[in-house]
T-cell receptor, first 115, second 115 residues
């Protein structure tokens, strides 16, 4: 089944403890992206990647890092999480660059709480 | 980047046709218009994509006027299960342009379908 898999689904952590949220897609998509979703603010793009070793900042990159060493994986790294990074995170991928002919495929989300 | 404006919320009743309009006055030549549906705590799901005129699939129709500055998602005969948030996203669907990587969602429209 074509899908984007995020792990973990839920995570509670403490301020300052480094964490990684993994994202993997099995559709051979070039484009991958991370979004966070907060009440009243909609979906905001954190980082995106056009292909392996090519990444760039979205609208809210502060406090996050990403890497794209393999085409299928695009992990999101929080080096020193803070409570304002408590949010619902989504990974997405698409064929080609941008939205692709069938739009984005999104993962199921990771609900992160930083205390 | 094309900024989008949608109504914050809409109400409808089962069996009615629902039309949600999105304004995107500064849409670029290589931009496509894509609509997504999102249920609580799930990732957005692709509904339909178009470039101009009318596109129809098994779940919805998308109407785009000649100037492409707006688009209308039409959901025929909605049911309770269509209650969700609907997002319009404007951006490139293939290589081209200088900002094809950065894709910004608008606030979305909360559609509530009543019995």
């Amino acid at each position: 089944e074509a899908q984007v898999t995020q792990n973990p689904r839920y995570l509670i952590t403490v301020t300052g403890k480094k964490l990684t949220v993994t994202c993997s897609q099995n559709m051979n998509h070039e484009y991958m992206s991370w979004y966070r979703q907060d009440p009243g603010l909609g979906l905001r793009q954190i980082y995106y990647s056009m292909n392996v070793e090519v990444t760039d900042k979205g609208d809210v990159p502060e406090g996050y890092k990403v890497s794209r060493k393999e085409k299928r994986n695009f992990p999101l790294i929080l080096e020193s999480p803070s409570p304002n990074q408590t949010s619902l995170y989504f990974c997405a991928s698409s064929w080609g660059w941008g939205q692709g002919a069938s739009g984005y495929t999104f993962g199921s989300g990771t609900r992160l709480t930083v205390v | 980047l094309a900024k989008t404006t949608q109504p914050i919320s809409m109400d409808s009743y089962e069996g009615q046709e629902v039309n949600i309009t999105c304004s995107h006055n500064n849409i670029a030549t290589n931009d496509y218009i894509t609509w997504y549906q999102q249920f609580p705590s799930q990732g957005p799901r692709f509904i339909i994509q178009g470039y101009k005129t009318k596109v129809t699939n098994e779940v919805a129709s998308l109407f785009i006027p000649a100037d492409r500055k707006s688009s209308t998602l039409s959901l025929p005969r909605v049911s309770l299960s269509d209650t969700a948030v609907y997002y319009c996203l404007v951006g490139p669907a293939s290589a081209g342009g200088t900002s094809y990587g950065k894709l910004t969602f608008g606030q979305g429209t909360i559609l509530t379908v009543h019995p």
